[in-house]
């Protein structure tokens, strides 16, 4: 084969990659392999075949071979550690991660691979020390990312002074508008943006002259709403805020029958978990805290996971992405017949992924609030779990979900009548699986948390089989990192009356007013 053959097959297999067509890349890698044995850029775009299609296992095998032959391969062992943290193996991914830096120091996505990894795993001392040690490599779109996670690190450290610098670093060097209007959201919610003319004032110029997504244009009005709260300028505050969710809606408006299927459904989904016979998972005690966004499941998972015996997970969406991705791609024949052999893949990795995120503790929480849309399939695949579920005022609810961007997971967030019909049939369901499940599900109401906390919080670390530990009466004093809209909340102690300030605010938005129907 001659030297234009070979590059011209190359080029098609790269083809067949881009467009995800896994097996005509694999095989023409295959036959160019066998032809040129020798040529180690063939070998690495099979591994990587196999990377982006997801066959680990193969991927591993295909890398591991080439080191054998070449150990100082840079590429091969970050392509390595991206294997192992696709798997789940937290260390393995680290391991292979400092191997391929100690190869190639000036690597900048290597370096942003492991930071961002560390972070997911709430290492975030050790994201840090990479991310501030390797300044002097990151360039261009590397240095606005590791700028970016020094804010979000040292804001989450309490670090006021060094994230706002941070901020103010990446504000200047971004010319990207979405990004930029993501990071000014983030920084609103830290600091008073009224302090920064200039950024509402390059906020302003981006609006009037560029094309920007519904997204940067919600994120801008809630930026401005704010302001003009603050301001005490009420009239401009609803005519912002009203816009913000405006564009919102927009952008969330596909995502208006995601779990109508849960709802309207469920006797189907309940019957054919009736089909998966798994063995029970021994010392496994998950604790799900459920309700609806902005009800306070932060405050319960700052709570619980202040036990000496919890680790607290946070906003884990494994079982949304999961199910919903296995109920896309199956018709309801397909279900059935699959349901088993899915169920034991969602056990082996919801529990490595735990295992890998905490690694002492015998309890986890996970707080994504809308798990209780999976309540019958958790506690199937998982029958020691626990669910808190926290009921709020709704109109508190509704009209903290309406004031922050929430972005499309929280689709109802931007429409007050939405919001309504989604309570309703949150309560609808959350009231049958209490029925159902009632030595697994339990309802705690957060006004009565925040008027009796000494009551009510050992009756929730009860419910949960945990003996008491004094700590949980303190929540404030918790360390973990928060990476939700109730992060600031969470850092002081639990306040009385939260849920009747929304009242104020009905003259100026007068759908609020259905929450006192």
Not at 12 to 41: C, G, H, M
Not at 87 to 104: E, H, Q, R, T, W
Not at 252 to 260: G, H, T
Not at 432 to 449: I, R
Request: glycine share 2%; with cysteine.
């Amino acid at each position: 084969m001659s030297p234009e053959k070979l590059n011209s097959e190359f080029r098609k297999a790269q083809f067949f990659l881009q467009n995800k067509d896994f097996k005509n890349a694999e095989i023409i890698a295959l036959k160019l392999i066998k032809k040129f044995p020798t040529i180690p850029d063939l070998n690495i775009f099979l591994g990587v075949v196999y990377l982006t299609a997801y066959k680990l296992d193969k991927a591993i095998n295909v890398f591991n071979k080439i080191i054998i032959k070449n150990p100082n391969s840079s590429v091969v062992y970050n392509n390595l550690a991206i294997c192992f943290e696709r798997m789940g193996d937290f260390d393995g991914a680290v391991a292979n991660y400092k191997k391929s830096i100690n190869l190639n120091k000036n690597n900048s996505l290597t370096l942003i691979s492991l930071a961002k990894l560390y972070i997911r795993h709430q290492c975030y001392f050790e994201a840090k020390t990479i991310l501030e040690n390797s300044k002097h490599v990151f360039k261009n779109i590397h240095q606005l990312e590791s700028i970016k996670y020094l804010a979000i690190i040292n804001s989450e450290l309490n670090l006021v002074n060094e994230a706002k610098s941070n901020y103010l670093e990446y504000f200047n060097l971004n010319d990207i508008p979405s990004e930029f209007f993501k990071l000014l959201w983030n920084f609103s919610e830290i600091f008073d943006v009224r302090d920064h003319v200039e950024l509402i004032n390059k906020a302003k110029n981006l609006v009037e002259t560029s094309n920007l997504d519904n997204d940067s244009l919600a994120r801008y009005y809630f930026v401005l709403a704010d302001n003009y709260k603050k301001n005490n300028e009420m009239g401009l505050f609803a005519d912002s805020l009203n816009k913000a969710n405006e564009y919102l809606n927009f952008k969330n408006i596909k995502f208006k029958q995601k779990y109508d299927r849960y709802f309207l459904n469920n006797k189907f989904y309940e019957d054919s978990l009736e089909n998966i016979k798994l063995s029970k998972v021994e010392n496994f005690n998950p604790i799900f805290i459920v309700g609806m966004p902005r009800s306070g499941t932060t405050l319960i998972e700052q709570i619980i996971s202040s036990h000496d015996l919890v680790y607290g997970a946070g906003e884990l969406q494994f079982f949304c992405n999961g199910i919903n991705k296995f109920l896309d791609s199956h018709s309801q024949d397909q279900y059935l017949i699959n349901i088993n052999k899915f169920a034991l893949e969602m056990q082996n990795n919801y529990k490595n992924e735990i295992l890998n995120l905490n690694h002492s503790k015998k309890y986890h929480t996970n707080k994504y609030p809308l798990n209780f849309l999976y309540i019958n399939f958790i506690l199937t695949i998982f029958p020691n779990s626990k669910f808190i579920n926290i009921q709020r005022n709704d109109g508190a609810v509704a009209w903290s979900l309406y004031e922050r961007w929430m972005g499309e997971k929280y689709y109802f967030s931007s429409n007050l009548h939405e919001i309504k019909q989604f309570i309703s049939k949150y309560k609808k369901l959350i009231n049958f699986w209490e029925k159902k499940y009632p030595n697994n599900v339990k309802s705690f109401c957060y006004e009565e948390l925040t008027e009796n906390a000494d009551e009510t919080i050992p009756q929730i670390i009860n419910f949960c089989d945990l003996p008491w530990d004094s700590k949980c009466l303190e929540p404030e004093k918790n360390k973990r990192f928060v990476n939700t809209p109730s992060k600031l909340q969470v850092r002081n102690k639990i306040y009385k009356g939260s849920s009747l300030a929304w009242n104020n605010f009905i003259p100026y938005f007068h759908d609020l007013d259905i929450f006192n129907e």
